[in-house]
Every structure is written in structure tokens, then in C-alpha cells.
């Protein structure tokens, strides 16, 4: 029978592509871990100023909304990285050796395939807001493409960590969803 996954982030080795990808992965969660702080400190400010000086806030609420979206999106990299995603174990649990191998090549193949769609739309969708020079309904008025930037970004970078992936399977860096044979 097979161990159970470890905890643990993604095996590089000492091979250079897949440690620059990790770093790479790395900044997106710390940037991730910044924006959710700075939307509770503008979210503690806005309680502030509505409820303690009584007066009415324009940008706040907005601004929160787009940094928990953004920093949904660009942790998505660190999430992989970290084999955060929430995943079910039965399959791979029951196979061994090279079926285990092939269910993880489908697996890490069909995500390719769904985040490489959704980059190509987000992109897109980031264009539109920019070459017509979209704005938000809101007094506040951001231009949208640049909290729409995030979408294309994070969903390219997760499609590069999940290529990571692919390669460490691949070359044999990485056991085929961490499962060691017994």
C-alpha cells in the first residue's frame, strides 16, 4: 500500500528552472499575504472613519475588493507550490507505479489545459478594459484595467508552476502526487 502525501511544497532538486519557478511561486504568496493585510488595515481605517468620525468613505470598499481578488488570484502559484489545492486521494492511493504516473500526468495535463482557458480569456478580458479604457461606477473610478490585471497574471503564473510540476514528474523530480511505492 501506498504512504500518504506529504505536507510538504514541491521538489526542486537542484535543477535551476524549478527553483526559479518556487521563488517566483514564493513571491506571489507573500505578495498575496500583503495585499490581504493592507485590505484589513483599509477595512479597520473605513470602520474608523464611518463610524467613529462619522464621515462617509469613497475608495475603501472598492479597494478591498479588488486586493482579496488579486491576492486570490496571484496565491494561486504559492497554493500549488505548497499542495494547498484541495485535492481527493483515492485514485492515486489505490494505483501504483506507472498508472499512478499516468493518472498524474492526466491530472496535471487537464489543469493545464482548464488554467491555460481561463488565462487566455482573463488576458482578454484585461485587453478589453484596457484599449477601451474602462472605468469603474464609482465615484472612485479606477481604471479597471489594472485590478483586472491580476486575472491574466495569476492564472499565467499558476500555469507556470503547474508546468513545473509537469517537468519535475516528468524527469523524476517529483514522486506522482507525492506518493512514495511500498
Not at 464611518?50 to 470598499?61: A, D, H, P, Y
Not at 496571484?74 to 484541495?86: D, I, S
Not at 507505479?97 to 491530472?107: T, W
Request: include cysteine; charge should be positive; proline fraction near 4%.
Amino acid at each position: 500500500m501506498a504512504t500518504l502525501p506529504s505536507a510538504g511544497a514541491a521538489r526542486t532538486g537542484n535543477n535551476l528552472f524549478l527553483r526559479a519557478v518556487a521563488a517566483l511561486s514564493t513571491l506571489c504568496g507573500w505578495t498575496a499575504a500583503a495585499m490581504i493585510l493592507s485590505a484589513v488595515l483599509i477595512t479597520c481605517q473605513m470602520i474608523f472613519i464611518r463610524f467613529v468620525l462619522g464621515q462617509s468613505t469613497i475608495w475603501q470598499t472598492e479597494a478591498v475588493i479588488y486586493l482579496v481578488l488579486a491576492s486570490t488570484l496571484l496565491g494561486l502559484p504559492y497554493v500549488q507550490l505548497m499542495r494547498g489545492h484541495v485535492n481527493v486521494d483515492l485514485m492515486p492511493i489505490w494505483t501504483k507505479g506507472p498508472l499512478r504516473k499516468a493518472l498524474a500526468f492526466l491530472v496535471l495535463g487537464a489543469s493545464i489545459v482548464i488554467i491555460g482557458t481561463m488565462a487566455f480569456y482573463a488576458y482578454e478580458m484585461w485587453h478589453f478594459a484596457w484599449a477601451r479604457g474602462w472605468r469603474s461606477d464609482t465615484v472612485w473610478g479606477v481604471r479597471l484595467w489594472i485590478p483586472y490585471l491580476a486575472m491574466p497574471v495569476g492564472f499565467g503564473l499558476y500555469l507556470l508552476q503547474l508546468g513545473a510540476d509537469m517537468y519535475a514528474l516528468a524527469f523524476g523530480i517529483e514522486k506522482p502526487f507525492g506518493l512514495e511505492d511500498n
